[in-house]
């Protein structure tokens, strides 16, 4: 798994770099990154809960919306997505899934022109569920970080790669008898448009 992701990111940073170099500069001057955007995003998830064998993974996907500022070369602005996820595992009699999450973060990064290199940071939320013939489901706040890189091929339209750690509370599952959290890796996609 390690060399396909390791793949992945350098054939993303090496088409952000390609584009840097053939991007033509709008007539009405330097590239913007500031004003409302809204996309979509598509990932992989994999991840481990807390007191429990099983270790999740599936894909995920969803919908996102934010705000940037620009001062000079700096970037800075907050986002918001909710998303749903596959991502699951079975230990035993029990399976684990994630089947929602939601991140509200706020980003911050220098820009090159048309390329964003960009960390994030913020609160998360979201759903553990343990079925054993019977769904117990908990929603838990968490913390989520993460950084990437974003690429514009137009005035309003740009895509995006980016790395996710998410880490949501436990709460006390019958099934399991003990205090059970998740903590999950994403590895995601997206487009954005930019109004």
């Given at each position: 798994?390690r060399?396909?992701?390791g793949?992945?990111?350098?054939?993303?940073?090496?088409?952000a770099?390609?584009?840097?170099?053939y991007?033509a500069?709008?007539?009405?001057g330097p590239?913007?990154?500031?004003g409302?955007?809204?996309?979509?995003?598509a990932a992989?998830?994999?991840?481990?809960?807390?007191?429990?064998?099983?270790?999740?993974?599936?894909?995920?996907g969803g919908?996102?919306?934010?705000?940037?500022?620009?001062?000079?070369?700096?970037?800075?602005?907050a986002?918001a997505?909710?998303n749903?996820?596959?991502?699951?595992?079975?230990?035993?009699?029990?399976?684990?899934s994630?089947?929602?999450f939601?991140t509200?973060r706020?980003?911050g990064?220098?820009?090159?022109?048309?390329?964003?290199?960009?960390?994030?940071?913020?609160l998360?939320?979201?759903?553990?569920?343990a079925?054993?013939?019977?769904?117990?489901?908990?929603?838990?706040?968490?913390?989520?970080?993460?950084?990437?890189?974003?690429?514009g091929?137009?005035?309003?339209w740009?895509a995006k790669?980016e790395?996710?750690?998410?880490?949501l509370a436990?709460?006390?599952?019958?099934?399991?008898?003990?205090?059970?959290?998740l903590?999950?890796?994403?590895?995601?996609?997206?487009?954005?448009?930019r109004?």
């Open positions: 798994m060399p396909v992701l793949l992945a990111i350098l054939l993303t940073m090496t088409g770099v390609a584009a840097a170099e991007y500069p709008s007539p009405l590239y913007s990154w500031i409302p955007y809204i996309g979509a995003n992989y998830e994999w991840g481990w809960v807390s007191n429990a064998a099983p270790q999740p993974s599936g894909l995920a919908i996102e919306g934010g705000y940037n500022w620009q001062r000079g070369q700096f970037v800075f602005g986002e997505d909710v749903l996820s596959a991502a699951d595992a079975t230990v035993g009699p029990i399976e684990f994630s089947p929602w939601a509200m706020g980003r990064g220098v820009t090159f022109g048309n390329v964003l290199i960009f960390g994030t940071a913020g998360g939320y979201g759903d553990l569920r079925y054993t013939g019977l769904n117990e489901s908990h929603a838990n706040l968490g913390l989520v970080a993460g950084a990437g890189v974003e690429v091929f137009t005035q309003h740009s790669a790395w996710l750690y998410l880490d436990g709460s006390n599952y019958a099934a399991t008898g003990v205090n059970n959290g903590s999950a890796n994403l590895l995601r996609f997206g487009v954005n448009y109004f």
